[in-house]
């Protein structure tokens, strides 16, 4: 039984994927994709990051990508395939595929990886990062780096590759795991350094914001995206 004939079966409405996203089942509902909620409030990253701007960035740039993401696969086979999947292969995908299901991907995974409270790595998580960096304090910077020189849009990412880690960056909303990515790997941290992701507060000053961004990683989730 396929999925679509699985799901037709039980009539259930909602089919939860593997990244955790509420995906409909093709038929019931039009939209195969939806916005995840937030896993805390808009305020609740405050003073890091602003609340006027998390509901901004989640309800209508994040929700943008959601519907733009349905509208490019509506029709095709892209409908019952997993965005993990088309992610994967988005060479084979229009632009707007790419565009959308990149910030669909992007902006899922940011919110997890974003926390209110502050974090610090466990022990074993430093060690990890003391050996492929020397410090934590070189990790930052490194990644600071990639974040603040990113030219126009785009992301700088903490990705696995090959067992080590390593600092990239990645233009628009295309990341890592994308076959078309200069620097492959399993991203397991990540900095949206689009503007409408830090402009309301800190305007051009992009390093402030990246400055403030660690006060807020789930270091937690991290080291569990590591495994
Ligand atoms: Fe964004």
Redesign the pocket.
Known sequence: MNRKSFLGTIFSGVFISKFGFAKNAPGVFAEPFSLPALPYTYNALEPHIDALTMEI?HSR?HQAYVTNLNKAIVGTPAESISLDEIIKNISKYPAAVRNNGGGHWN?SFFWKILSPQKQQPSEKLLETINKNFGSLEKLQSEFNTAATSRFGSGWAWLIVQDGKLKICSTPNQDNPLMDIAEVKGKPVLGI?V?E??YYLKYQNKRADYVKAFWNLVNWQEVEQLMK
């Open positions: 960035h740039h902006h949206d689009w409408h992701a």
